[in-house]
């Protein structure tokens, strides 16, 4: 957990706290996306976290993407801002958060995937590959992508 986030529970405990992610729609060469596996709870997503004071947007999705693939993305752009309801969730020791995500689309990439204690699993999976048990929270932008959106959306 980020020292921000740290500090923030410490004085409003479980209330509902404003975040912003960033996360990032990785697409390989054969046209499929990099998923990610997290064991507790199990369900599959796309690389990303939390924005850290000071960070840019640009800053927060390298860092996230390298710290959970092991890769360096190279060429992104904008795929869409997601707010609403899908942004609040409730964690199981009773913090509540509700997070705006800023969802970035990556062409072009270097390195080896590589899992670790974030990512128990990582694939590249085609559109009807997806499996069932995706993180409610990302399943907007995961469906966006598998419909093919082109244009940035704001949600």
Request: proline share 4%; charged share 20%; net charge negative.
């Amino acid at each position: 957990m980020n020292d921000y986030i740290t500090t923030m529970r410490r004085l409003i405990g479980h209330e509902t706290l404003l975040t912003v992610g960033c996360g990032a729609i990785i697409e390989d060469q054969e046209g499929r996306i990099l998923l990610q596996r997290k064991e507790n709870p199990d369900i599959w997503g796309i690389p990303g976290g939390i924005m850290e004071i000071g960070e840019t947007f640009e800053e927060t999705v390298k860092r996230e993407v390298f710290e959970e693939t092991n890769l360096r993305i190279q060429q992104f752009a904008l795929f869409g801002i997601y707010s609403g309801k899908n942004g609040f969730a409730q964690y199981a020791n009773g913090d509540k958060v509700f997070s705006v995500q800023i969802i970035f689309h990556v062409s072009a990439y270097e390195g080896l995937i590589q899992t670790n204690e974030e990512a128990v699993q990582l694939e590249f999976l085609t559109k009807t590959q997806i499996p069932s048990n995706v993180n409610p929270h990302q399943a907007p932008f995961i469906l966006d992508w598998i419909q093919g959106v082109k244009t940035p959306v704001i949600r």
